[in-house]
């Protein structure tokens, strides 16, 4: 979540924590749930039907997995509704109360952090999630909690199609494939049904744009292919790197200037100071160093915090 909070931060400006979280649980103008790779997302509200319907498109019935029949699969899809009608649940009280109403083989799958039921139930709607009760997260309707539609899948999965080519185009289906995680084939095929996808031009960017970005940001998430994102520097940094390790520069928070990574980054917040530590992997001009100071400020005001910058 915090990743998450930092990536809108980087994009809106004068952007603070607060604002996020009244948006997600006051205004109800974002909602968190699983969609894309089946992975925690914050969407805006209103169009939270589109991505959840688009990764239908792609995904087998939920319930096969399961070794469930269709009816079976709806009957606990109709517990999960009754459950959480008019209320926030914990993830522990939805398990004991949907057991209570489907079987009790369902409360060890939807009390697992892993989502599971959980996760096939905000594919289709059912469930989103509501406002933290202290440090745990609580699962609300989503049809009560921000509305609901129904969208077709294959109509959703051809606009995100869409909207991908001209956020991080030129892009093909391979490119679609690696972001939105389907299998190479099911993108092709999805490429030739639609009509000619308007393809960006390449345009050359003036140097700058120094960005602290948080891990699993949608810029390095949508870059394809890595290798053009991330030079041999900061890759021998990676292998140094817990999660870099494992999950690549996808996990890593990320020094990025003029497009491209330059180094690596750590925060922790201790008190009302943020310690910003970043290990660049290569020369910094003046005004480089600037905007790198820019962005830590940046980073304090958004978490409310003085911001110490350390760079190596």
């Known amino acids: 979540m915090g990743a998450a909070e930092l990536a809108l931060s980087a994009r809106v400006r004068g952007l603070t924590q607060e604002h996020v979280r009244e948006a997600l649980w006051e205004e109800r103008t974002l909602a968190k749930t699983w969609t894309i790779r089946g992975t925690l997302h914050l969407h805006p509200a209103d169009e939270l039907p589109l991505w959840t319907a688009a990764a239908r498109a792609v995904d087998p019935p939920w319930y096969e997995s399961y070794g469930l029949t269709a009816k079976q699969g709806e009957k606990v899809l109709d517990a999960i509704a009754d459950a959480l009608d008019g209320r926030a649940l914990l993830r522990e009280e939805l398990a004991d109360e949907v057991a209570r109403r489907a ?16 996760g096939s139930a905000a594919a289709v709607g059912k469930l989103c999630h509501g406002p933290p009760r202290g440090n745990k997260v609580t699962f609300v309707r989503t049809d009560q909690w921000i509305g609901w539609k129904d969208v077709d899948p294959q109509a959703a999965l051809a606009e995100v199609c869409r909207r991908f080519v001209a956020e991080y185009g030129p892009a093909g289906p391979k490119e679609f494939a690696g972001w939105f995680g389907i299998k190479p084939p099911a993108a092709r095929a999805l490429f030739e ?7 960006p031009h390449l345009r050359k960017r003036p140097p700058g744009a120094v960005r602290l970005l948080p891990e699993y940001d949608c810029y390095v998430m949508g870059f394809r292919e890595r290798e053009h994102l991330v030079p041999d520097a900061v890759r021998e940094r990676l292998r140094r790197h817990g999660k870099g390790q494992y999950e690549g520069i996808a996990g890593v ?3 990025v200037i003029d497009g491209v990574v330059a180094g690596i980054w750590r925060r922790a917040k201790r008190g009302k100071r943020v310690e910003i530590a970043v290990e660049r992997a290569r020369r910094l001009t003046a005004q480089d160093r600037r905007e790198l100071e820019d962005e830590a400020e940046r ?3 958004f978490l409310d915090a003085e911001p110490v910058l350390v760079s190596s």
């Open 103 to 118: 079987g009790a083989w369902t409360r060890e799958r939807i009390a697992s952090g892993w989502g599971y039921i959980i």
């Open 193 to 199: 049904s639609l009509d000619e996808i308007e393809q």
């Open 253 to 255: 928070p990320t020094l």
């Open 299 to 301: 980073i304090g005001r």
